[in-house]
């Protein structure tokens, strides 16, 4: 049996492939949970946010002698961050809370 397209969707097709859509809404979270769990969740999402500005601000000042005001600026609002999500959490904990945590990421594309 041969398989068979028509240039109809072939072109339908190819338009999907070279049109994206300007802006993509992902659901990374969605859902209650224990504080240990939400503390897991939460501090492992902002140290990976962190590393990944540490290891920026590394590439940038080793390789390129570039400016790092960026990433050390990210690096401190995101350990601020971090430390108020611990003050949240421990209280949580301590009076025995379970957390709803909804984290929605909105991606928007730039045509360079």
């Known amino acids: 049996m041969k398989n068979t397209i028509s240039n109809t969707a072939i072109a339908e097709h190819a338009e999907q492939l070279t049109s994206l859509d300007p802006e993509l809404n992902a ?8 504080a ?3 503390e897991r969740i939460l501090l492992d999402l902002l140290s990976s946010k962190i590393k990944f500005h540490m290891h920026e601000e590394f590439r940038t000042q080793v390789v390129f002698n570039g400016d790092t005001s960026h990433s050390q600026k990210r690096i401190a609002e995101l350990q601020q961050t971090k430390r108020e999500v611990k003050e949240y959490l421990a209280q949580a904990k301590k009076e025995g809370y379970s957390l709803e945590i909804i984290g929605e990421v909105r991606i928007k594309a730039i045509k360079k």
């Open 27 to 34: 659901m990374l979270i969605d859902s209650t949970f224990t």
């Open 36 to 38: 240990e769990n939400a």
